[in-house]
Each structure stands twice: as structure tokens, then as C-alpha cells.
């Protein structure tokens, strides 16, 4: 399975402060995805990094991938309240995609 | 449409009863995905259309599920004799299909109460 983990699965910091995320994988992959989930409803790509990238930033976002390590980051700067949402990577190999649980991130004001 | 179109929003139905649930993807969309999030939970994989493709269907959690795509395009999912642990919402995806580096776009899902 080419299924990605997140962690930590919750994380709570105050506004301003920098959130990071991080998600583990098992297989090898051609690029790793992380998307955003507001209210439980559709997720929103937010930026994807290639297996030959180690670092990549849209933003606020900045993303770095360890394929030795498996593992992928996503540190969110300056964070704000309207961040608040699940955050979850999809680390692919093919077209099929999938998920883990997510981390579930609350900024508060 | 502009993107992933999904109906109904809600659906609440009697335990034992059949509904289906529809997706629009985005035109021109080869790959079309079925999730279902239980409250609180992560996105669990039910099935994967891509083209004309024999459809992954390793996600499905039992037979009482099913889901078709017609015409490559609109898409169906088949829930028969719902029991109250189905209760989720169920989302949809589509993309372009033309491999791995291309990004998944949602529908704001369904969500279905089994009473």
C-alpha cells in the first residue's frame, strides 16, 4: 500500500506560532501530495513534491521529502486561525490515491 | 461544471433501505475515486474508475456496496440495505488519469445518516 501516515494526529498551537506536520510512507514513490480538509467535507490539494525534490514552498507552506527516510514534513508559518482544518498526505506511485487519518490542526486566536 | 459535483448533500434513510449516491466529475476526467469518512475518521478507500479500465474495487467494504460509471463520466455509488454503521460521508474525487502527478479534485461529499 502506498497508503501514507500522519502525525501527529492532533496538534494545537496559538496563532502566529508555526504548525508541523509529518507523514511516514512504506513504498517508493513518484511524488507525495498533501491536501487540507475543512468540516469534514472535500479535501484541497495544497502542494506536491517529486521524489527528486527535497524541498518545495507555495506560501506559507513549505514541504520536504526524505526518500531515504520515507518521510515528508509540512510546516505551516505564521499560522492563523482560518488554518484550522485536518491536513493529510498521499504519497503516490500510481494513480490510485490514498490516505491516512490526518492531523488534526487547531490554531487558536 | 467547474469541479466535482456531488448529490444529494444529505441523505437520511431508513436502516434496510437502498440509496445511491452520484458524482459528476470534472469533464474530461479519466480517474474517479470513492471515499467514505466516518465522523472523526481518515479517508477510507472504497473503489477507483480509471478509463475504461477494469474498476479497483479493493476498498468496498462488503457487497451490499457498489458503484458504477457510465460512460466515463458520471459516476454511482450503490448502497443496498443500508445499515446505521454506513452512516458517513462519502466523498468523490476525479483526475486527470494521466499518472501519478496530478492532483485529486473533491466533491463536497455526501453525507448519509442511517436511522
Known amino acids: 500500500s502506498q497508503q501514507g501516515e500522519e502525525d501527529p494526529q492532533a496538534l494545537s498551537i496559538q496563532e502566529g506560532e508555526n504548525a508541523t506536520m509529518n507523514c511516514s510512507y512504506k513504498?517508493?514513490?513518484?511524488?507525495l501530495q498533501w491536501y487540507r480538509q475543512n468540516s469534514g467535507r472535500g479535501l484541497v490539494h495544497l502542494i506536491l513534491?517529486?521524489?527528486?525534490?527535497r524541498e518545495k514552498h507555495s506560501g506559507r507552506l513549505r514541504v520536504t521529502l526524505d526518500t531515504s527516510k520515507k518521510s515528508s514534513s509540512l510546516l505551516i508559518t505564521a499560522s492563523r486561525a482560518a488554518d484550522t482544518a485536518s491536513y493529510f498526505c498521499?504519497?503516490?506511485?500510481?494513480?490510485?490515491?490514498?490516505f491516512g487519518t490526518g492531523t488534526k490542526l487547531q490554531v487558536i486566536p | 461544471g467547474a469541479g466535482v459535483s456531488q448529490s444529494p448533500s444529505n441523505k437520511v434513510t431508513e436502516k434496510g433501505k437502498d440509496v445511491e449516491l452520484r458524482c459528476d466529475p470534472i469533464?474530461?476526467?479519466?480517474?474517479l475515486y470513492w471515499y467514505r469518512q466516518s465522523l472523526g475518521q481518515g479517508l477510507e478507500f472504497l473503489i477507483y474508475?480509471?478509463?475504461?479500465?477494469?474498476?479497483?474495487k479493493s476498498g468496498l467494504p462488503s457487497d451490499r456496496f457498489s458503484a458504477e460509471r457510465t460512460g466515463g463520466s458520471v459516476s454511482t455509488l450503490t448502497i443496498q440495505r443500508t445499515q446505521q454503521e454506513d452512516s458517513a460521508v462519502y466523498l468523490c474525487?476525479?483526475?486527470?488519469?494521466?499518472?501519478?502527478?496530478?492532483?485529486?479534485?473533491f466533491g463536497q461529499g455526501t453525507r448519509l445518516t442511517v436511522v
Open positions: 474525487a476525479s483526475s486527470s488519469g494521466e499518472g501519478s502527478n496530478t492532483e485529486a479534485f
Open positions: 513504498t517508493s514513490i513518484n511524488n
Open positions: 513534491i517529486r521524489s527528486n525534490e
Open positions: 498521499a504519497p503516490r506511485s500510481y494513480q490510485k490515491v490514498t
Open positions: 469533464s474530461g476526467h479519466t480517474a
Open positions: 474508475f480509471q478509463g475504461n479500465s477494469a474498476p479497483d
